[in-house]
C-alpha cells in the first residue's frame, strides 16, 4: 500500500465505527473498533516484525476506555479517546523539548544518524514539537466539545478536522521556516 493511502484509510475505522454503531448500537460498534485495533496491531506486526509505541498506544486507548464504555454502558468513555490520546502525546511532545531531547529532532537524527544539525535547525525544530503539541491539545478540546454533539459532528471533528489542522500546521511551518533558518551556504533556502 502506498503511503498516500494510509491518510485516507486512518479515517476508514471512524466511519466503520459511525455505520456499525448507527446500525446495530454502541456495543457492536465499540467491539469492532477494538477488533480493529487488535487486528491492526497484528499486521503491523505480520509485515514488519515489530511494534510501534504510537501504535501500541493508540490501540490500549481503544481496547481500554471500548472496555469502559461496554462494562459500563456509558459510550462517552469510548468518544473520549481521541481527546485522551491527544493529550497523552502532546505532553510526550512538550515534555520532551522541556527535557531538552525535542521528540522530533531525536526521530530526525534516528532516521539519519549522521546528520548534523546546527543551533538554527535545532531551535526550529523544538518550535516545531512545541506547536504540534500546541495543536493536538487544540484538536482535544474540540473532540471533547464534540463528544456532547451529533454523532456526525464527533467523526467530523475527531478525523478530517485533526488532519485539516496538521495540513494548516504543515504549511504554516514551511513558511515560517523560510523566515527563520538562514540561507545555505550554496545560496538555497
Known sequence: MSERWA????????????????????????????????????????RHRRLHRLGLGAAALVVGLGGMSLLSDDERWFLWSPVFGDVLLAAVLIGSVALGRPLLTVAALEADPELALDPDEERLFAGITVRLGLNLLLHAALCAWATGETRETWLFVSGPVQYLLIGAQVGGEILWSRYQLPPSEDGSP
Open 7 to 46: 491518510l485516507v484509510l486512518a479515517i476508514v475505522p471512524l466511519v466503520v465505527f459511525y455505520v456499525v454503531e448507527s446500525t446495530w448500537g454502541l456495543r457492536a460498534g465499540v467491539l469492532l473498533a477494538m477488533a480493529f485495533a487488535a487486528g491492526d496491531l497484528a499486521w503491523h506486526w505480520f
